[in-house]
């Protein structure tokens, strides 16, 4: 029996509420000590909620009240405007569920994206299978589409309307089997430098000699990478680069391009890097140690020291690079 739009929304709603509730009840007794259950009643104010006098269950719309209501005293020390916004947007999401309204896949995935940003922001384990249940619905999503347009394709030749003489792009090109048989997973084909460091993900982004092979380096990335030799090889180079892009311009990927070339891999083994040397004039690349910052990884509940600087970036230290990936 398939799974309704409804009942996912249900079951996200569920895993929020597992990995929330532990955050919000650590966040409220930091600032109140024993007297934050009382707190955590007053923002309630008239909603009904059942005690054993030692702990109080709240449910996924208690937590969001809770937050909502103490967001300045206690969550705003941990959490930003962004994980605010999805507090009131999962609100909504929520009563819209609680009304047994309809939800259709557009609704599903803007639901389970935002659940999985914030248990992300708060280090909750169950971020892993909210992520699962995206990837689930975009392939739902992307067989529904591709159903669609048959059944469009179908009723046009039969109506007789013109097709221009353009052949359906299935019949041009062929598909990789993984996403012509609907088992792709998305995540696969997202660049992670957290996952490239503990040496997990595909080949193409976690073997330096498939990166290269796949990369096509182009001019912006040879600066950068002739940058870092230069500073490593002690013949000039800036000593820190920040990368400015839009969303999805290739922070990552340089940051990986970064990574692999000092790896300490043969260069002969580097498809393409050849030229890049030659800009930077030098005739193999410096022993290096390199350290990785993978900020979206880090717990936002650590110390104002321990806490990574709020950008994309490398620089160079001594002899060591340092490639950080920040969230913002």
């Known amino acids: 029996m398939s799974t309704s739009n409804r009942e996912r929304i249900g079951r996200a709603l569920e895993i929020l509420n597992a990995g929330l509730k532990p955050f919000v009840e650590r966040e409220m007794e930091a600032a109140y000590g024993q007297r ?90 169950e971020a892993k299978e909210i992520n ?27 109506a007789g309307q013109p097709t221009n003489g353009l052949l359906p792009w299935r019949n041009v090109i062929t598909p990789h089997p993984d996403v012509s048989s609907g088992r792709y997973q998305l995540a696969e084909f997202a660049a992670d430098l957290g996952q490239v460091y503990r040496n997990e993900g595909s080949d193409e982004y976690r073997r330096p000699q498939d990166f290269f092979q796949r990369t096509f380096l182009t001019e912006g990335l040879k600066r950068l990478l002739t940058t870092a030799l230069r500073r490593l090889s002690g013949t000039g180079g800036d000593p820190v680069i920040e990368l400015q892009t839009n969303f999805g311009g290739g922070k990552t990927h340089s940051l990986l391009a970064l990574y692999h070339l000092f790896s300490g891999v043969n ?54 690079w340092v490639v950080k990936a920040m969230p913002w």
């Open 36 to 125: 934050w259950r009382y707190q955590a009643l007053n923002a309630l104010h008239d909603y009904h909620i059942t005690s054993d006098g030692q702990d109080l269950h709240l449910d996924t719309q208690a937590l969001f009240l809770i937050m909502w209501d103490q967001w300045k005293q206690v969550f705003s020390k941990t959490l930003g405007h962004m994980e605010r916004n999805y507090v009131s947007e999962l609100r909504e999401t929520r009563n819209r569920w609680a009304h047994q309204e309809a939800f259709n896949f557009d609704d599903v995935s803007r639901a389970l994206d935002s659940i999985h940003r914030l248990l992300s922001a708060v280090s909750a384990d």
């Open 267 to 320: 260069i002969s083994e580097l498809v393409g890097i050849e030229p890049v040397l030659a800009s930077a004039t030098v005739s193999s690349v410096p022993e290096t140690r390199r350290a990785v910052l993978v900020g979206f990884e880090m717990s936002p509940i650590t110390s104002p020291m321990e806490r990574p600087c709020v950008h994309y970036g490398v620089n160079w230290l001594g002899n060591c």
């Open 132 to 158: 699962r249940q995206l990837q689930e619905i975009m392939r739902l999503r992307f067989e529904e589409q591709a159903r669609k347009e048959v059944q469009n394709s179908s009723v046009a030749s039969i």
